[in-house]
């Protein structure tokens, strides 16, 4: 297995830059994953997929305005060289008023350098650096990080979206029942429902359940390597409380289908099932990297969003279904002129 073996070719104007209006009127692939099938269809039909004794699993993490811009100072600063703007993405907090961040550009950035935002209003000092091109940010005891962010901060819209946010990214890269703030990246395959959604899902008899993982830089780091084995996938914190878990027991042990709506909430019960052997209560870091070959024990179906060529999420995709069938309907979907990424179209493999 290499990592060239997930590759595919996307015309870049298949890349989704803004999203569905209304978040509905997206389309969606149907995959069967034992044999390949797919239809055509749209999300708004998505109930009409799914069974009443099914369970559907959402990711409410919610999205923090995690890109901000500051005045870096040197501690050490050379004869005449001038202060300069960087771009700080706040990533996670790594303990009281400590934050890991990516900068940019970040290589020359030193331990004791001073970052200063908004005029003074927040300031943080450099600490070491850590895997991943991850830097420490120490903050003054007591500094409203959240609050700051909110008021300043920008909505982390993916690189390849290329333009600024705007005051509509706020609510649109947003899932409409987010509510654990903490995440760095939507968890787009939640971006398609709307309430009346939700309305008509529960009207079935299916039950919704909520888990938190907070979306971190681990779901888009590339896989550079060639063996995809050798990749170590980041962290990232979840929660699950103890009436999820003893739902989900339940649905396991009736037979019932367990859909997880994302890639995140899929690694979340995966790696719960996979340590303790059925679904637990509890707080802790997820780094699952889910690979063909893997044996799946939480999930029966995955709704799911169209991924990047070489990326763990699309590693997982075909660890669910197959390499060959998902490049197969990867295949069908760029020639149907589906819409991809995080603002893009979406497919339900069951």
């Known amino acids: 297995m290499r990592t060239s073996d997930f590759d595919y070719e996307l015309p870049p104007e298949l890349i989704a830059r803004e999203p569905a209006r209304p978040r509905d009127f997206s389309r969606m692939m149907v995959l069967n994953r034992r044999t390949g099938a797919w239809v055509d269809s749209r999300f708004r039909d998505l109930p009409d997929f799914l069974e009443p004794s099914d369970v559907l699993v959402l990711n409410d993490t919610r999205v923090i305005r995690a890109r901000t811009y500051g005045r870096l100072e040197r501690t050490f600063a050379r004869p ?4 300069r703007e960087i771009e700080v993405l706040f990533v996670t907090p ?17 331990a004791g350098d001073r970052v200063i935002f908004e005029d003074g209003e927040l300031e943080g000092i450099f600490g070491e650096r850590r895997d991943h091109g991850l830097c420490v940010l120490r903050f003054r005891p007591g500094s409203s990080i959240e609050d700051f962010l909110e008021a300043h901060g920008h909505v982390p819209l993916p690189p390849y979206i290329e333009r600024e ?11 409409v029942y987010a509510k654990t703030w903490g995440a760095v990246a939507a968890p787009t395959a ?8 939700l309305d008509r899902i529960r009207a079935r008899g299916i039950e919704i359940l909520q ?43 009736q037979g019932r ?9 899929t ?6 099932t996979h340590k303790y052997g059925q679904f637990e209560e509890g707080t802790g870091e997820a780094d699952l990297f889910i690979l063909p070959g893997y044996e799946f024990r939480a999930i029966s179906g995955l709704l799911t969003n169209f991924h990047l060529p070489r990326s763990t999420l699309i590693m997982l995709v075909s660890a669910f279904a197959s ?9 069908h979907a760029i020639g149907e002129r589906y819409r991809f990424y995080s603002y893009g179209d979406c497919m339900l493999i069951v």
């Open 80 to 83: 005449n060289e001038t202060t």
């Open 94 to 110: 790594a303990g009281p008023d400590i934050w890991e961040v990516l900068c940019r550009p970040g290589r020359r950035i030193r």
């Open 165 to 175: 946010d705007t005051a509509a990214d706020s609510e649109e890269y947003q899932t």
């Open 190 to 197: 939640g971006l398609h429902f709307t309430t009346p959604i």
């Open 211 to 253: 888990i938190t993982l907070h979306v971190g830089i681990g779901t888009f780091i590339p896989v550079r390597l060639e063996d995809p084995a050798k990749h170590v996938l980041k962290a990232e914190r979840y929660h699950v409380s103890a009436e999820t878990a003893s739902r989900l027991n339940a649905a396991r042990n």
């Open 257 to 265: 289908r367990i859909i997880a709506v994302g890639t995140t909430t």
């Open 267 to 272: 690694r979340t019960l995966e790696y719960i």
């Open 323 to 331: 390499r060959s069938a998902i490049l197969a309907a990867y295949g």
